[in-house]
Every structure is written in structure tokens, then in C-alpha cells.
């Protein structure tokens, strides 16, 4: 069972989604503005925030901004809007996935499910001893000794590629912006291009082999590891 929160201003589909997500055992509750959202997320800590566009008083990506400041659960945003441009701007403000309106509600809750999953794989990442080695079919890496191997092959990955392949891994599925990857491999006064990721990445993807095409680029914003990927090709 998860809990989680609807931020939905028409009641009768915000019902019809709390309906189903409660036969399928979860938790729900419900916001119908931007203001009830926050004060609502602040006191239940939702595992995932299910979160309209068009709300009254403070608008959904206001919302997913000021989400985004305190609480890292996974946030599905729904929309009336299918501009490519709008997806990208809320993925920026930190948005996980998106539904565009009308919606199936089988799917709705598919894409819940699929958050979900994330969160627990996330919380088993946190709680593993983080000097652990971590495997993904044929690589494995070992954060406190600095070492990959591939296939049982040792990689020649540089600090940055390898303190990248480690965050990716412990966080599938979660979208990391180029401005975030440069803080964290650069630091703060790191005044190059956001093109260094891309020049990174392509790197690494290169040395991981079919592993690397389940790092995904995130048109737009920035790249994302899909283990899922390998599983379905
Ligand atoms: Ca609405």
C-alpha cells in the first residue's frame, strides 16, 4: 500500500481516480488547489503526487516547483496541454511523467504503479550499504573501490564517468537535469557548457556497451538510466 495525493480541481475526476486507486489498496487523499497541495504533502508525505496543470489560486507547476524545494517523491503531472514545450518545462521544475487529458484511468494507474516501483527501488538503494558493489547484468560496479567491471572486464572509466554510472544506477528511472550533473561532477563554479555532460555521457555509454543504451537522453533537459531498456530489447 503507498499513499498518495491528488491534486485535482474537478471533483468528479478526482473521485473517479481516488475510486480506483483504492481498490487497488492505496492510500489516497485529496487536494483541490494548489495551496491545500503543499499544506496537504507537508503533513502526509505522499509517496507519489498525482498533480493537475490547471488549477485555481497557485497553478500545477507552481506547485511542482514548490513540491520539488522539500520532498523528492516521484510526481505525475496531468495535462489539457500536449505541447512538446510544456512537457519540457515540467520536467524541469522536476516533474517525473506526464498524462495528457483525456486520460485512461488504467493507464493513469499503470504510470502510478511504474512511480512506485521506483520509490521502492530508490528506499533499497538508501538502505543498502552504498560501498556495496552494485550489478546490473553484465557490469558491476564498485563505488568504494573505484572499479567497473564489464562482462568481467575491467572498464577504464574516468572519476567523473564513474561517480556518473554511480548516480544513475542508484536512482533508475529518476530524470537528472544537465544543470544538476554539472554540480555534481564540476561543483558549483564549474563555468563550462552543459555540452561537457553530453561530451561525458557519450563517453560512458560508449564503454558500457549495450548497457549504455539504457541511459536515456531526456530531450531537453537531461538523461536518465531505464534499466527496464535492456529488459524489452
Ligand atoms: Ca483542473
Given at each position: 500500500m503507498a499513499r498518495i495525493l491528488i491534486v485535482e480541481d474537478e471533483a468528479a475526476l478526482s473521485d473517479l481516480v481516488r475510486s480506483h486507486l483504492e481498490k487497488e489498496g492505496h492510500a489516497v487523499d485529496q487536494a483541490f488547489d494548489g495551496n491545500q497541495a503543499l499544506a496537504c504533502a507537508d503533513r502526509?508525505?505522499?509517496?507519489?503526487v498525482i498533480l493537475d496543470w490547471m488549477l485555481p489560486g497557485l497553478d500545477g507547476l507552481t506547485v511542482c516547483r514548490e513540491l520539488r524545494r522539500k520532498h523528492l517523491m516521484p510526481i505525475l503531472m496531468l495535462t489539457a496541454r500536449g505541447d512538446v514545450a510544456d512537457r519540457v518545462t515540467g520536467l524541469q521544475v522536476g516533474a517525473d511523467d506526464y498524462l495528457g487529458k483525456p486520460f485512461s484511468i488504467v493507464e493513469l494507474a499503470a504510470r502510478v504503479a511504474s512511480l512506485l516501483r521506483r520509490v521502492a527501488l530508490d528506499r533499497a538503494a538508501a538502505t543498502t550499504d552504498s560501498s556495496q558493489p552494485i550489478t546490473f547484468g553484465p557490469l558491476v560496479l564498485d563505488p568504494g573501490g573505484h572499479r567497473a567491471t564489464l562482462a568481467g572486464s575491467s572498464l577504464d572509466l574516468s572519476r567523473r564517468e564513474m561517480d556518473l554510472l554511480e548516480l544513475l544506477l542508484q536512482h533508475p528511472g529518476r530524470t537528472f537535469s544537465r544543470d544538476f550533473l554539472v554540480e555534481r561532477l564540476w561543483g558549483t563554479d564549474f563555468d563550462g557548457l552543459d555540452r561537457a555532460v553530453d561530451t561525458q555521457m557519450v563517453r560512458l555509454r560508449r564503454k558500457l556497451g549495450d548497457v549504455g543504451a539504457c541511459i536515456e537522453t531526456v530531450w531537453g533537459v537531461g538523461y536518465r538510466f531505464r534499466p527496464e531498456l535492456r529488459e524489452t530489447t
Open positions: 502526509t508525505r505522499p509517496d507519489v
